[in-house]
T-cell receptor, first 113, second 118 residues
């Protein structure tokens, strides 16, 4: 069983829906990350949280809203998404300080109709 | 700015062949870390190895080996006697050194898809 669990594994939603992706890590890490992986594109870092505080937002549109209530849980709230947002969304966690490997979940495959 | 280049988009080999995946990086940092990850069809990125910039010793783990050469800014990955289960996308990544209280930030290459057939 992976130390980073993401739910749901698959999600299909319309452009006007609101949904949330959930990530939970059982590794005692302090940092958590959201990535977007689209076909034929590099992994794109979206958000970084360290000790529950957001330390990075890579110019992500506001229709993606992250939430980190504690170091073990990370959410990505989705609202009014576009077809180009269809992708695999990966969550990762790592121990600080930097330079430590990130451990990834299985991802949520999101399809926008 | 940091950059990781994996020039090989797809590689196809027959089982038991050796295969090398190339990774070239760019960074202005003197202290940094290099990683390899494997992404099987299930989607999860599996951590394989981390090297720091001061350790150029090559590493071998079973059928996997890594060749780090600072002079050419390369960190290549070789699979010996490949198997069908090695079929996956492999990513090389680079991280600068950060200090206590800060999180890692990985710069990934675009990945190399390895197909191992019988």
């Amino acid at each position: 069983e992976t130390g980073v669990t993401q739910t749901p594994r698959h999600l299909v939603m319309g452009m006007t829906n609101k949904k949330s992706l959930k990530c939970e890590q059982h590794l005692g890490h302090n940092a958590m990350y959201w990535y977007k992986q689209s076909a034929k594109k590099p992994l794109e870092l979206m958000f970084v949280y360290n000790f529950k505080e957001q330390t990075e937002n890579n110019s992500v549109p506001s229709r993606f809203s992250p939430e980190c209530p504690n170091s073990s849980h990370l959410f990505l709230h989705l609202h009014t998404l576009q077809p180009e947002d269809s992708a695999l969304y990966l969550c990762a966690s790592s121990q600080e300080p930097g330079g430590q490997p990130q451990h990834f979940g299985d991802g949520t495959r999101l399809s926008i109709l | 700015a940091q950059k990781v280049t994996q020039a090989q988009t797809e590689i196809s080999v027959v089982e038991k062949e050796d295969v090398t995946l190339d990774c070239v990086y760019e960074t202005r940092d003197t202290t940094y870390y290099l990683f390899w990850y494997k992404q099987p069809p299930s989607g999860e990125l599996v951590f394989l190895i981390r090297r720091n910039s001061f350790d150029e010793q090559n590493e071998i783990s079973g059928r996997y080996s890594w060749n780090f050469q600072k002079s050419t800014s390369s960190f290549n990955f070789t699979i010996t006697a490949s198997q069908v289960v090695d079929s996956a996308v492999y990513f090389c990544a680079l991280s600068e050194e950060r200090y206590t209280g800060t999180a890692s930030k990985l710069t990934f290459g675009t990945g190399t898809r390895l197909q191992v057939t019988l």
